[in-house]
């Protein structure tokens, strides 16, 4: 019996997430407080979806643990095992850079010895024929599919998706969560992911937080094995629901 090939992901060892504790965080712009004493702990491997209102400072959350935006009061300290921090941050655009052809796009930044194991993630995220295509020459699935595989390529301790597939058909994003799902489960990275997409929040995390008031408002924990069938998750979609759409009896106002 032929052994079957080794896929080159599932050899890598995981990576050990990082742990976050953020502790009476204050972000403000100009004269509106956006975070006002939030404080929040993360175990190293948790995969965290951060819902509420537009405005209510959930990608100002992102982008302080990004390191991308100072805070006017309060801690955040994350805890790794690798020599450097890795944090990654994948956007709603894909950000690519359009004179470097997908596997560039990819590799850019690591080490020599990593680019192998970065070009890895291009396959298995399917584009592996489409290598050294450029940007513009992928659809725009594609692209968040090289951002998504850029991301991992540099196998973060803390990923950070804001709104990663909000631009994407719903055929293409339903796919792109099936394909994340199973990626996130072998990095091992602690993912945090903001997203308007109640269906995306309860496929993809085991916690769901609710930011409201520029706080924690509700912290919702999710046991269902996956990949996740909808109807256990129900219950906590219905809570999600009452807390975000109240006044809503049937569900979000379209
Ligand atoms: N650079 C900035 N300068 C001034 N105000 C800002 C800046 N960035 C964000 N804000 C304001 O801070 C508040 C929180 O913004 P943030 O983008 O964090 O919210 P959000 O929850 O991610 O919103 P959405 O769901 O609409 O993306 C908003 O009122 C926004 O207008």
Not at 67 to 72: E, F, K
Not at 78 to 94: G, K, Y
Not at 106 to 113: C, E, F, M, Q
Request: net charge neutral; no cysteine.
């Amino acid at each position: 019996m032929t052994a079957a090939a080794p896929n080159p992901v599932a050899r890598t060892p995981r990576t050990a997430g990082a742990s976050v504790q953020v502790r009476d965080l204050t972000v403000a712009y100009a004269r509106q407080t956006v975070l006002k004493r939030l404080t929040l702990e993360l175990p190293p491997g948790q995969r965290v979806a951060v819902v509420g209102e537009s405005g209510g400072g959930k990608t100002t959350l992102l982008r302080v643990l990004a390191g991308l935006l100072p805070a006017q009061a309060g801690e955040v300290h994350l805890q790794h095992d690798q020599p450097s921090a890795r944090v990654r941050v994948m956007f709603q655009e894909d950000r690519l850079l359009p004179w470097l052809s997908a596997a560039d796009n990819v590799t850019l930044g690591l080490p020599a010895s990593e680019r192998r194991l970065g070009l890895s993630y291009l396959r298995e995220v399917g584009l592996g024929e489409r290598a050294h295509a450029y940007p513009d020459q992928l659809s725009g699935g594609q692209r968040q599919r090289v951002a998504l595989a850029r991301a991992l390529a540099h196998r973060p301790a803390l990923l950070l998706l804001d709104e990663p597939f909000g631009a994407l058909d719903a055929l293409t994003r339903a796919s792109m969560h099936t394909l994340l799902d199973s990626l996130l489960t072998d990095t091992g990275a602690t993912t945090v992911l903001v997203t308007h997409d109640l269906d995306e929040a309860l496929k993809l995390s085991d916690r769901v937080l609710v930011l409201r008031g520029g706080q924690v408002a509700e912290d919702l924990w999710l046991s269902a094995p996956r990949p996740r069938d909808r109807t256990l998750t129900e219950p906590v979609r219905q809570r999600l629901e009452q807390l975000l759409y109240p006044g809503a009896p049937d569900g979000p106002v379209a």
